[in-house]
């Protein structure tokens, strides 16, 4: 049983495998989305009402106060952008904003635009006051972009209630942000493809097996223009305002929280393979690089099968 529903700017699929009655499941999925929905509501930096939004649009003016909800969500993200050194940072809703890739009037800014984003892109001026619950950006012009944490903490949010209503089997996906809760009805465990980034969708580089797991990918073929002959892809370094330029077409992270792992694949693509994987080492997920140059790394957990990886190329240790 299984509904699909917009949410977070994508579609999001819901696949329930514990057996049931078809009333059951219906109520169960109907309430997912309306858990979704009401956090796209909070989170959506694109929706005028949402708390996101009123914290943008009092940039430089004052505090907000938010719900803990928004409090913890935002905080995580300040815990990553630290451990990430600035390779991700939900104040680079400006660079997302000038460069509008994926939507009608993308382009490739003028230096001077370039320059004068990168002042307002910084989380260390995203103060947090835990005591009074509230968010406050300093700069004038910031603005917050969940878009890199939101689908996996939603995601995050949706597991832990259905297994809460006893499901014991399903399989979430929140628009390539993967959740799973045991095993298929068959017994075997869920079987998901990894996208080549460089090939038509559906097309992968290889298959894992995954149970009680999440699992998420950022690449290069998710959105992107071509301009003058030179591809612009839509993950962007927050420390250059630019497209990332290190050497990644995608990278897939494997763990338990989906919250993390969304914000951590964007990171590790920023990084590249050396620093990512420190990065990995550091946080304990997993993860694996398909580079420019055809190669294909991944942290032990890949390699040596603990998601059971069937790769369809080499892969490099």
């Known amino acids: 049983m299984e509904k699909g529903f917009y949410a977070f700017g994508t579609i999001n699929f819901i696949c329930i495998g514990s057996p049931m009655s078809e009333k059951a499941g219906r109520e169960i999925l109907d309430g997912m989305q309306a858990v979704c929905s009401e956090l796209d509501d ?11 939004s009123r914290i ?14 928004v409090f913890e969500l935002l905080r995580r993200a ?56 509230t968010a406050y950006l300093e700069k004038r012009g910031q603005s917050v972009d969940l878009g890199g944490i939101a689908k996996g903490y939603a995601g995050d949010v949706v597991r832990s209630r259905l297994l809460n209503k006893g499901i014991d089997s399903a399989l979430l996906n929140f628009g390539g942000t993967i959740l799973t809760i045991g095993k298929k009805p068959d017994g075997f465990p869920w079987r998901i ?34 301009s003058w002959g030179i591809r ?38 920023v990084l590249g393979v050396e620093k990512g994987m420190e990065l990995a080492a550091k946080t304990e997920i997993d993860a694996l690089y398909l580079t420019e140059n055809g190669c294909m790394f991944g942290t032990r957990g890949f390699v040596e099968g603990k998601y059971k990886f069937t790769p369809s190329m080499a892969i490099t240790a």
């Open 42 to 52: 909070m989170l959506s930096a694109f929706k005028p009402y949402s708390e996101i």
């Open 56 to 69: 943008n649009a009092a940039a430089g003016k004052e505090p907000v106060p938010v719900n803990q909800t």
């Open 78 to 133: 300040k815990e990553i952008y630290k451990l990430s050194e600035g390779a991700f940072d939900i104040t680079v809703g400006p660079a997302v904003k000038l460069w509008n890739i994926g939507h009608q009037g993308q382009r490739v800014p003028y230096e001077g635009e370039l320059k004068r984003v990168r002042r307002l892109v910084n989380s260390n001026l995203l103060i947090l006051d835990e005591d009074n619950c």
């Open 193 to 226: 493809g990894i996208q080549n980034p460089i090939k038509e969708r559906g097309v992968s580089v290889g298959t894992i097996m995954l149970e009680n797991s999440a699992l998420v990918t950022s690449g290069v073929n998710e959105r992107f223009f071509i």
């Open 232 to 269: 612009y892809h839509h993950l962007l370094d927050p420390r250059t305002c630019a497209p990332a330029r290190s050497g990644v077409l995608s990278v897939t992270a494997a763990g338990e929280c989906a919250m993390d792992l969304d914000a951590l694949t964007t990171a590790l693509f």
